[in-house]
Nanobody, 121 residues
Framework: QLQLVESGGGLVQPGGSLRLSCAAS????????IRWYRQAPGKDREGVSC????????NYADSVKGRFTISRDNAKNTVYLQINNLKPEDTGIYYC??????????????WGQGTQVTVSS
């Protein structure tokens, strides 16, 4: 069974940093591109970043460019999302999804349960 498990969320003050992890089990991430999403309370889900299968291509939503960095370690079967200079509007549940394609396109193959990020002073 393909599973993704997110971790690393928490309560952090504005300006702080977090590193989220998306770990795969039941399959190898080598052949999957990964997209991070977030959903803030009362708002639609937003795709924030995508990384290609080998990490050579990465893209970001305009709202997070310059503060978010996506990376992957296929040897650890894990994808990361480094978030710096956190803002209150970054608050939400962060999810990762795996796509059996190179550009986070098409139907997803696995979806995680999410990790909560709360930015507040």
């Amino acid at each position: 069974q393909l599973q993704l498990v997110e971790s690393g969320g928490g309560l952090v003050q504005p300006g702080g940093s977090l590193r989220l992890s998306c770990a795969a089990s039941g399959f190898t991430l080598d052949y999957y591109s990964i997209r991070w999403y977030r959903q803030a309370p009362g708002k639609d889900r937003e795709g924030v970043s995508c990384i290609s299968t080998n990490g050579g291509s990465r893209n970001y939503a305009d709202s997070v460019k310059g503060r978010f960095t996506i990376s992957r370690d296929n040897a650890k079967n894990t994808v990361y999302l480094q978030i710096n200079n956190l803002k209150p509007e970054d608050t939400g549940i962060y999810y990762c999804a795996a796509y059996r394609s190179n550009g986070c396109l098409g139907p997803y193959s696995a979806w995680g349960q999410g990790t909560q990020v709360t930015v507040s002073s």
